[in-house]
């Protein structure tokens, strides 16, 4: 979620010596190198993106460890066995909505509405609350079925893959809280909107990987 630029001065921001204001903030670019240093809130978002980057390849390598162990059932129960696609699909919507809910507090925070941007905010959360709560419930049941992690090298590789997304969301959940509180009392400065840009991405890119999960995890594995 991000202040981008909201009241720009000018067409051209880093041409050198031009002053130019980027939201509430004012930064100039001196001529060094190409076209000035870049903003704070262009460093940050950029350094952010390399976090999600490094988080990617860490998902990658669980993706490829149950790729690799997915058929290794130790003869215990499969994905067919315990995936319940109605739980996943309510899971898969308020995961999509909230992020549907976090867009629609960028706008508000673009209007620097705060009843609007603390309302939106909220419902991201609960949403994401009831995606995690789906997924808790969905780990007892199948630990309660004798079908935990210690089961099989496939049901290991199915916990730490879709726990590690789901410690993801609730990290997200104290993020979200957090930067909701600075908000109310701070408002709406410029390190608290980079905070929440880099919040947006964080929360979008578990979306993505997600929908990743949904489709070759439980898709493929309730499949013939």
Do not use: N
């Not at 909505?97 to 419902?123: K, P, Y």
Request: glycine content about 12%; charged content about 10%; aromatic content about 14%.
């Amino acid at each position: 979620m991000s202040d981008i630029a909201a009241g720009s001065a000018v067409r051209e921001p880093y041409r050198p010596g031009q002053h130019v204001t980027h939201g509430h903030g004012l930064f100039s670019a001196t001529g060094h190198g190409q076209g000035g240093p870049a903003s704070k809130f262009v460093t940050v978002a950029y350094g952010f993106w390399i976090f999600l980057l490094s988080d990617i390849i860490m998902f990658s390598a669980f993706f490829a460890a149950f790729a690799v162990l997915s058929k290794a059932t130790a003869g215990g129960p499969t994905g067919k066995d315990l995936f319940e696609l109605t739980r996943i699909a309510a899971q898969t919507g308020l995961l999509l909505t909230s992020s549907f809910t976090g867009g629609l507090a960028t706008l508000a925070i673009h209007r620097r509405s705060m009843a609007g941007t603390q309302f939106w905010l909220l419902v991201t959360g609960l949403l994401g609350a009831g995606f995690l709560f789906l997924e808790v419930q969905e780990f007892a049941a199948m630990v309660a079925e004798q079908a935990g992690p210690s089961r099989s090298a496939f049901l290991s590789a199915f916990f730490a893959l879709v726990g590690c997304h789901g410690s993801h969301v609730g990290l997200g959940l104290l993020w979200l809280g957090t930067m909701m509180a600075q908000l109310w009392v701070k408002g709406f400065r410029q390190e608290i909107l980079r905070r929440l840009h880099c919040f947006g991405l964080f929360w979008h890119a578990l979306d993505i990987i997600w929908i990743a999960i949904f489709t070759l995890v439980y898709l493929l594995g309730v499949s013939p």
